[in-house]
């Protein structure tokens, strides 16, 4: 392995963040160097990136839902899995080529953090499409383990944390002890499902219809999990379904709550399953302990005080909800000699 110690210094190793709303790349001792959504447009009915396979993230993400006919701006990852592999390859490549340069001699180790629930075949996937994307190696790591890392958390203690990650397409829930997940649940339902929540809301209400990226302005402006000491409104301009024209509407946080109520209630049950699984040992840890929130659906008004309610523990959002699975993989990175052992069963006896 010496070999790859002295590779390691001619290559930018990182750690990677494979969001389906949202792709993190850490570098070591940068910290977060790339912050991209994970859209990637293309020539439609073909996977011919546009601008020369440059139009990819934040570029790409301008484009969703305001596309010509001749192209189509796609998220090649669904409910946290690769719903599109060539186009997967196509978007972890350039934010590969992004951050390891064009200078690096050697290509670079990669650790990606990936949901806990995913079968074998679709991890195999995620290995693929990285080693085909640039990478020399490709380490997986579980979504919570990483985040409950890059929070901070005692995880290698043998006392109990628990961490709930609530991200774009899935929300995972995990407690972890001594270094490894002792009872996890995973399910496919995040952010994502919130915002088709509101879209499908207004819809019904008031025939209205709007995008994506109108429904998740709607969730950030005016969403909550909890009833708010002061109730907000805010205005939304869509297509009015009957006369096909556009059309203004103003909406209420009480409305837009009641919308949102299935996928939360999803999540919490969620949370209360996890608990139920928990060990007597590990369960009697969690009342000093808690349980931490972290992932874009933390930030949802309410989120907390939902869970607080539900279990009786004291929930907490980690600092910089939205970075922690990132800083957890290059945590990870820093060790990879240390913990590779325990990462290479993440390989499934593959090399």
Known sequence: MLLDTV???FSTDMGID???CTTLVCVRDKGIVLNEPSVVAVRKGTNIVLNGGEAVGLVAREMLGKTPG??????P?????ISDFEITEAMLGYFIRKVHGRGGLVRPRVVIAVPSGITAVERRAVIDSAERAGARRVYLVDEPMAAGIGAGLPITDPTASMIVDIGGGTTEVAIMSLADIATSESIRIGGDDMDEAVISHLKKTYNLLIGEARAEKVKIQVGSAAALEEELTMEIA???TISGLP???VITSE????SLRDPIAAIIETVTQTLEKAEPELAADLIDNGIHLCGGGSLLRGMDTVLANATGLRVETVDDPL???ARGTSVYLENLELWKDTMDHNHYGWE
Do not use: H, Q
């Open 255 to 258: 409305e837009i709550r009641e």
């Open 323 to 325: 970075s922690s699975v």
């Open 70 to 75: 001749s192209i189509s701006a796609i998220r």
């Open 18 to 20: 494979l969001g389906t």
């Open 247 to 249: 059309r203004k509407i």
């Open 7 to 9: 590779l390691g210094w």
């Open 77 to 81: 990852l669904k409910d946290g899995v």
């Open 238 to 240: 869509g297509r009015d």
